[in-house]
């Protein structure tokens, strides 16, 4: 059974940081692209960070370039999201998700295969 499970959410001010941890297990991890989406209320799902099987590629949201970061430890079955800079738009519900029909990072929501329960986010002004 795939599970994803994210962690480190929470509430902070604005301008400041948080680190997303994405924890899988039932799936061979380093054959998956895992992304980043986020959900605020009312809104639809979307589409955060990417990064491929080896890591060495990346995408991201424009709403988010050159304030976050994607990686993943392969030996630890684990993605991040290191968040910077934070502002109130942030706020929202931040799940992981796995895709194997690719082999480079995609940013649609359709395109994945298992998803995490979510973590929240909130930023405060």
């Known amino acids: 059974q795939v599970q994803l499970v994210e962690s480190g959410g929470g509430l902070v001010q604005a301008g400041g940081s948080l680190r997303l941890t994405c924890a899988a297990s039932?799936?061979?991890?380093?054959?998956?692209?895992m992304g980043w989406f986020r959900q605020a209320p009312g809104k639809e799902r979307d589409f955060v960070a990417a990064v491929s099987w080896s890591g060495d590629i990346t995408k991201y949201g424009d709403s988010v370039k050159g304030r976050f970061a994607i990686s993943r430890d392969n030996a630890k079955n684990t993605v991040y999201l290191q968040m910077t800079s934070l502002k109130p738009e942030d706020t929202a519900v931040y799940f992981c998700a796995a895709d194997q029909g690719f082999s480079v990072p995609v940013t649609v929501p359709d395109a994945y295969h298992y998803w995490g329960q979510g973590t929240q986010v909130t930023v405060s002004s």
């Open positions: 039932g799936l061979t991890f380093k054959n998956y692209v």
